[in-house]
């Protein structure tokens, strides 16, 4: 596998493939000329069906038609799985609703795909390094160690640690993706990202407002993530797909923190107008729960050979809130007819 590997006749199965990272990868895939692409997703009632509009496809189906029909071989043959599918809600807490849908799915979805000879890539997530006090080294070998803060971020553990029993991820690709943020994010709630709730506060009211900090060592507004542009995302999973050396747990970040408050700042800054950040009370409930710091190291990553420079934050926010939110349009809204 090489750069070359996503042609116009590699066949691509993407689940999740409505939501946001999997329709920035439909996009991503329309631009390198794919469109031998099944995209699985629960569309429900969401407005998340207006990602696919734009983008080319080959087929549709939801999620619960799809384990059947991989068994029964209706789909045929993949080259790669793209498995982002799963219940990214880090306030959700239904426990075994989050097992099925994010560890079972997955397991089942992951064997098929070693069974067919089908290239595996899924989504981890960050949320699997908890407070950070076991560090946020995808090179960790003792991944048990890590304590997630939510189920959510447990759920994603329990499949990383099952692979690695099973010996899976000497084959497989999990991405510990970090603060994605960019467009077609819309449909996701409470779950979007401060750049898209924001904007919209900014636009009504001309504030955003940010979190208290209830640890002394950090000040309000400063407690940091890192944040990475969904194009980003997209460009770092497809390397690591169509890398053949690339094995295992890999961190997907920018490599830097930066402060809410620097992120505030860049969609004032974006958007031509005055800083202008209050601070609100975190919730009760999320404080034991709430991240104060993040940072992905991705030496491990840059070691395939991944040299493409990280957009910066401040380039970022500003392609996503000029050129997607103020005018309203989702990925693959340029793409030619």
Known sequence: MSASFFTPSTRILITGGAGFIGSALAWELNRRGCERIVIADF?????KWRNLTPLRFEDY?????????????????????????????????????????NFEFTKDLAGWA?????????????????????????????ISRLRPLNMYGYSKQLFDLYAQRRGWLDHLVGMKYFNVFGPNEDHKGDMRSLVHKST?????????RLFKSHRPDFADG????????????????????ATAGAHGLYNVGSGEAHSWNQLARAVFGALGLPDHIEYIDMPEGLRGKYQ??????IGKLRATGYDRPITPLADAVKDYVTRYLVPDRRLGDELPE
């Open 43 to 47: 569309l429900g009632t969401s407005e």
């Open 292 to 297: 104060y710091f993040t940072q992905a190291n």
């Open 200 to 208: 919209a506060q900014v636009r009504e009211s001309g504030v955003i």
């Open 222 to 241: 400063e407690q940091k993530r890192d944040f990475l542009y969904v194009k980003d995302a997209v460009a770092i999973t497809l390397h690591l797909a």
């Open 114 to 142: 070693l069974e067919n000879g089908t290239r595996f890539v899924y989504a981890s997530s960050a949320a699997t390094y908890g407070d950070g006090s076991a560090g946020m080294e995808d090179t960790l070998e003792e």
């Open 61 to 101: 189906l939801e999620a619960d038609d799809l384990r059947p029909r991989l068994q029964s071989g209706a789909l045929g043959k993949f080259d790669v799985a793209l498995h982002l599918g799963a219940c990214s809600a880090t306030t959700e807490k239904d426990a075994t609703y989050l097992a099925r849908n």
